[in-house]
């Protein structure tokens, strides 16, 4: 990621995308499993469904755990924002109208397998990076940037590993 100088209230984006040797059908049952993702993530480390809701649908909501060497341990809300098989499944961190941060992946069927992109937004909604940009204001434009970095070698980290898990089924 190359240097943008973007603020928090920029909401600045990242995504990345990889080609899967895996069925569009194969792959939303991995990217859509809320309980799977902290195997492949250094900072959150448990998810479990909250509100009675028990799979994925628009509207349920579930709880993340995580945990960063500099801003400790701290739980989120998350909300699924779009639940559309074999093709979407995105969640809003936080307020569903003015979410700290919204993940979004996409499936595309190409190539007898699956492009699956892999989407972030940061804000508009405050989260913790929030309190270290009001203790910090005049460097907002690097933490910003450090955060999006950090974000942006998670999702290169997931789809690598998505695509593992995937394909180690037809192969």
Same mark, same amino acid.
């Given at each position: 990621?190359?240097? %943008? *100088? $973007? =603020?928090?209230?920029?909401?600045?984006?990242? @995504? +990345?995308?990889?080609?899967?040797?895996?069925?569009?059908?194969? &792959?939303?049952?991995?990217?859509?499993?809320?309980?799977?993702?902290?195997?492949?993530?250094?900072?959150?480390?448990?998810?479990?469904?909250?509100?009675?809701?028990?799979?994925?649908? %628009? *509207? $349920? =909501?579930?709880?993340?755990?995580?945990?960063? @060497? +500099?801003?400790?341990?701290?739980?989120?809300?998350?909300?699924? &924002?779009?639940?559309?098989?074999?093709?979407?499944?995105?969640?809003?961190?936080?307020?569903?109208?003015?979410?700290?941060?919204?993940?979004?992946?996409?499936?595309?069927?190409?190539?007898? *397998?699956?492009?699956?992109?892999?989407?972030?937004?940061?804000?508009?909604?405050?989260?913790?990076?929030?309190?270290?940009?009001?203790?910090?204001?005049?460097?907002?434009?690097?933490?910003?940037?450090?955060?999006?970095?950090?974000?942006?070698?998670?999702?290169?980290?997931?789809?690598?590993?998505?695509?593992?898990?995937?394909?180690?089924?037809?192969?």
């Amino acid at each position: 990621m190359e240097w %943008t *100088g $973007a =603020r928090y209230a920029d909401t600045p984006t990242v @995504e +990345a995308s990889t080609w899967i040797d895996a069925d569009p059908e194969r &792959v939303w049952d991995l990217v859509s499993d809320i309980e799977l993702m902290p195997t492949f993530s250094n900072e959150l480390k448990a998810v479990e469904w909250a509100d009675g809701a028990d799979r994925p649908r %628009t *509207g $349920a =909501r579930f709880v993340g755990h995580n945990e960063h @060497e +500099a801003f400790g341990q701290w739980s989120t809300t998350s909300q699924i &924002v779009a639940c559309d098989r074999p093709r979407e499944f995105a969640w809003a961190v936080g307020e569903i109208d003015n979410p700290s941060a919204t993940w979004r992946f996409r499936l595309k069927p190409r190539d007898g *397998g699956t492009l699956l992109s892999f989407w972030m937004r940061m804000g508009p909604g405050r989260s913790g990076l929030s309190v270290a940009i009001d203790s910090m204001p005049d460097k907002e434009e690097k933490i910003v940037f450090v955060r999006m970095r950090e974000f942006e070698a998670a999702i290169t980290k997931t789809l690598a590993a998505l695509k593992r898990l995937a394909e180690r089924g037809v192969r």
